[in-house]
């Protein structure tokens, strides 16, 4: 939610500051979440929890001109009609929905989210509600959803609807440009209920046509959830699909939290949260963009986020013409490569445990008994583990299965403060990014947290 620096009203500003800080209010107490200690809200999240990694796709009409998706007219940066003039050159002449998912595939994700509509309204399914669609207006003349969603469904991984509430395309939505709004929410609320049922029709068209497992909700920045009637709309989807998870951008009626682009430094207090993430700097398509991240760097974060106790939803932009960039082929294969090595420390594991006791990442088993250490860049030699107080079975590396050994150094006899740990990792068990160790202790892991003496 970067909107602020968007906006050059100075009041404008303001407001929207305020708003931001109501909203991460908001989503700090987010209501659903101190709702939801329910096992049955547990057990709807488990898959999400377990699943670690899921691929973000941005694709519409914004890719043809290469600029920014829906803020592009909003900012006047384009104006509204030649922003439009994009639909006749989205094609999606070379959409191959079964490459796509089996792209996603081999990345190691387990879910993918997709626009099925952006703040510019421009659907990519054949909506009944508008003719602003991929389907009637422009020459892809297709559903792109449905292959995508099916090929998705195939592979066992799990569908993800990313839908924008607000929709500066509408008549009867009151927004459309920064500084200037269509009517004033209060003197026109026929508009707005109007424009209510219009948001309500296509999200159950979503839900009715893909059954998607997960509705990630965007640009709810724009009305309280009161006007949004949030409740009703968790309702409705609850009612539609009990397992249904929502993120949390439903004014924080959502079941988990969306840092986005922005690293968490402390370890969020969130039961679930998800980093979304660009490869470059953009949402969608940008020829123009070409501050990729590396593969490392990618890795190293998806690492840090999983420690974290979170997810990684890292961001892809197809071409208009449904292919992607090279740079993010090769970014989802180098991750995929590197799960393949070191998968078994991410899924269906736990954020590892408190900062100070291994210097780098960390997770742990669900049954606390195998410690997974990751070696950031090129780490060999001696690396050190403080207040581990439970006997290692085992040091391996993941991805070669080398044995290393430890020595416990420092072991006071006559105190219960435990020693430190040194393993040693010679440069040879490397591996091409970022290295794991597995540590299988004896029994479920026990720290010393104190500050040293007996
Ligand atoms: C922001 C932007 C939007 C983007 C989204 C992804 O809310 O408004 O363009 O789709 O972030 O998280």
């Not at 607000?166 to 508009?191: A, I, M, Q, T």
């Not at 893909?210 to 949030?230: K, R, V």
Request: aromatic residues 12%; charged residues 20%.
């Amino acid at each position: 939610m970067s909107h602020c620096r968007l906006t050059s009203n100075p009041i404008k500003f303001f407001i929207c500051i305020l708003a931001i800080v109501s909203l991460s209010f908001n989503l700090t107490k987010s209501k659903a979440q101190s709702s939801t200690n329910s096992d049955s809200i547990q057990q709807k999240m488990q898959w999400f929890a377990d699943a670690k990694l899921g691929i973000f796709i941005h694709w519409g009409i914004y890719a043809v001109n290469g600029i920014a998706e829906s803020w592009s007219f909003h900012n006047k940066d384009i104006s509204y009609a030649d922003y439009m003039k994009q639909l006749n050159g989205f094609t999606a002449n070379k959409y191959d929905p079964i490459a796509w998912a089996d792209m996603i595939k081999k990345s190691g994700a387990r879910y993918a989210v997709i626009t099925t509509k952006h703040h510019d309204g421009v659907a990519l399914w054949d909506t009944k509600e508008s003719k602003l669609n991929v389907v009637v207006s422009t020459p892809a003349k297709r559903d792109l959803l449905a292959p995508f969603y099916q090929a998705l469904k195939k592979n066992g991984i799990k569908a993800g609807a990313y839908f924008s509430l607000l929709d500066w395309s509408h008549p009867d939505y009151p927004g459309f440009l920064k500084d200037s709004s269509r009517y004033v929410l209060k003197n026109h609320p026929e508009k707005w209920t109007r424009f209510q049922s219009f948001l309500t029709n296509q999200l159950q068209e979503v839900m009715h046509n893909y059954q998607p497992d997960l509705i990630w909700f965007d640009g709810d920045w724009e009305h309280s959830a009161q006007e949004w009637d949030a409740v009703g709309i968790r309702k409705r989807l609850l009612a539609n699909n009990p397992n249904l998870i929502i993120n949390g951008r439903l004014m924080g009626y959502g079941d988990y939290e969306t840092p986005e682009q922005n690293f968490p430094v402390t370890r969020p207090q969130f039961k679930w949260w998800e980093l979304c993430m660009t490869t470059n700097n953009n949402w969608g398509y940008q020829q123009r963009d070409t501050a990729w991240k590396t593969p490392y760097e990618i890795i190293s974060i998806f690492v840090d986020a999983v420690a974290n106790g979170g997810n990684l939803l890292l961001d892809i932009g197809p071409k208009p013409d449904g292919t992607f960039p090279k740079e993010q082929v090769t970014i989802l294969s180098e991750l995929g490569k590197w799960n393949d090595r070191n998968g078994e420390a991410i899924f269906n594991q736990l954020g590892g445990i408190p900062q100070g006791h291994f210097y780098g990442p960390t997770t742990i088993s669900k049954d606390s008994t195998t410690l997974y250490l990751f070696l950031q860049g090129k780490t060999s030699g001696p690396v050190m583990i403080k207040g581990l107080d439970t006997k290692i079975k085992e040091v391996t590396v993941l991805g070669n299965n080398t044995k290393l050994s430890h020595k416990i150094v420092g072991k006071i006899s006559w105190s219960s403060v435990p020693g430190l740990v040194y393993i040693d990792v010679p440069t040879t068990v490397l591996d091409k990014y970022i290295t794991v160790l597995k540590l299988t202790l004896d029994k479920p892991i026990k720290l010393y947290r104190g500050k040293g003496g007996l």
